[in-house]
C-alpha cells in the first residue's frame, strides 16, 4: 500500500483508534494516596488500579467505578476528605 493512504497493518488502525477514544475515568486531578488504605483521596482508586486504568476493559473500569461512593464516604467517615 503506497505511503499515506492508509495503515500497514489494519491490526495497529484498531488498536490505534481504540487508544484514541476518551475513556470513562473518576479522576478529579488530586492525586494523593492514603497510606492506611491506599486509596486516592481524589478519587477513590488504589495505585494499581489508577496504573492498570488505561488497560482495563469497560466492564473493570464500571466494576472499580461502583465501588467508588463507598471509599470515598469511608475517607470522608475518616476525616481524610
Not at 19 to 39: A, E, F, R, S
Not at 54 to 60: G, L, V, Y
Amino acid at each position: 500500500m503506497p505511503l499515506g493512504k492508509g495503515p500497514v497493518f489494519p491490526e495497529y488502525a484498531v488498536l490505534s483508534n481504540r487508544m484514541h477514544q476518551p475513556i470513562k475515568t473518576p479522576c478529579v486531578k488530586v492525586c494523593v494516596v492514603d497510606g492506611q488504605t491506599n486509596n486516592c483521596l481524589g478519587c477513590g482508586r488504589t495505585l494499581g488500579e489508577i496504573a492498570q486504568w488505561a488497560r482495563f476493559s469497560d466492564a473493570e473500569r464500571d466494576a472499580v467505578l461502583a465501588l467508588l461512593p463507598a471509599r470515598i464516604e469511608a475517607l470522608k467517615a475518616a476525616g481524610k476528605r
